[in-house]
């Protein structure tokens, strides 16, 4: 296992790039790294931090006691028939790399969800999605070990209780669950997934008739790539709120007088909303106090232009969602974990 390491600056290991600091930092490669680590915090009495690839926290302070970095490696076969291969990956595999290989496999389900930043082991947390996917639709089993308890569980798809951008590691396992692999099922003769507008346009560009899984990795990277604010470029954390989801009754009233408003309707009966236009409409979008900012061109990503704390940042946050609801009646939930 590796050697502690002390006083650690956060801003290279988060994608907000906000300076604070972590008061200690493993890097853990194994599960027997991860119940090492476990049982250290624990001796010294300290609290313990689990990170990824850090693209999905806004850092408000300085870190105090451990913070234990997932960098388990892996991807193994566990299960194949003439249909499907069933992977499992390291938590500490890139999301990214792990996609563009299934790709290079043949193996389709994962291609809609390119160039999502972070590791595996985060992606089950808030049930990562885009493009008309979610990791939940290859997702078979979560394994993880019980912070309370040092025990090793597997919990299979169903009782990951994966919902738009939620899992049950987001709540009854919230700071209880520490990730360490997770088994994806994928398609050896996939359909692809073109639900998504922008997709189905730049496929149309590429003149793609019959598109493949490859064809629609390539053209969700070309879109994020062209759309998306570069994390090494300008500090974020992608979406800082998740798009709200609300009764048809509260949709009806809200479409009467925005007539414009985007908005998709859910088997629920529900309609999920789309945060960036709530943004946009109360004049957020290109806002700037100092270094803390909303995107130019993407009202839902808050960003840091160098200097901002993460104080500053939770501010303009906290000021953005007063001003939805007083224009809309509508409160936005945060999706970035703020430290
Ligand atoms: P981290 O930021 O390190 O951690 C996130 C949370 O999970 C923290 O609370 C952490 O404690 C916990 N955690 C991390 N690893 C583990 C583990 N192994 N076990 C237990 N807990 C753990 N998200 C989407 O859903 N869809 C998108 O399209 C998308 N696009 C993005 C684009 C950009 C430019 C950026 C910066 C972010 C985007 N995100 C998106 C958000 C982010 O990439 C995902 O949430 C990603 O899964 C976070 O992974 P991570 O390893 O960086 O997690
Ligand atoms: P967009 O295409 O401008 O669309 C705006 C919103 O409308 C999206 O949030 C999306 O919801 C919703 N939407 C659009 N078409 C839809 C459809 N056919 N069915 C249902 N909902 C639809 O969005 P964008 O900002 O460029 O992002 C593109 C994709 O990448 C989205 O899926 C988004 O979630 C994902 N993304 C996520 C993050 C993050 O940090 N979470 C960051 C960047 C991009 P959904 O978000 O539910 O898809």
Known sequence: MNTVETNIALAGLTSFGIAAKAQQLMRVDSVADVLQVLKAAEADAVPLTVLGGGSNVLCTHDV????MKIEIMGRRIVAEDDATVTVEFGA???????????VENGWGGLENLALIPGTVGAAPMQNIGAYGTEQASCAVSVTYVDRRTHTMHTLDADACAFGYRESVFKHALRDVAIITSVRYRLQRHPTVNTTYADVRNELQVRGVAAPTIRDVFDAVVAIRTRKL????VIGNAGSFFKNPVVDAETYTRLRSANADMPAYPQADGTYKLAAAWLIDQCGWKGHRDGDAGVHVNQA??????????????????????????DAFGVTLEREVNVW
Do not use: C, F
């Open 64 to 67: 105090r006691g451990m913070v």
């Open 92 to 102: 500490g595999e890139s999301w990214h790399d792990v996609v563009a290989w299934t």
């Open 229 to 232: 604010p570069d994390p090494a």
């Open 300 to 325: 839902l990503v808050l960003v840091n232009y160098g200097g901002a704390t993460g104080r500053q940042i939770l501010e303009l946050s906290k000021r953005i969602v007063a001003s939805v609801h």
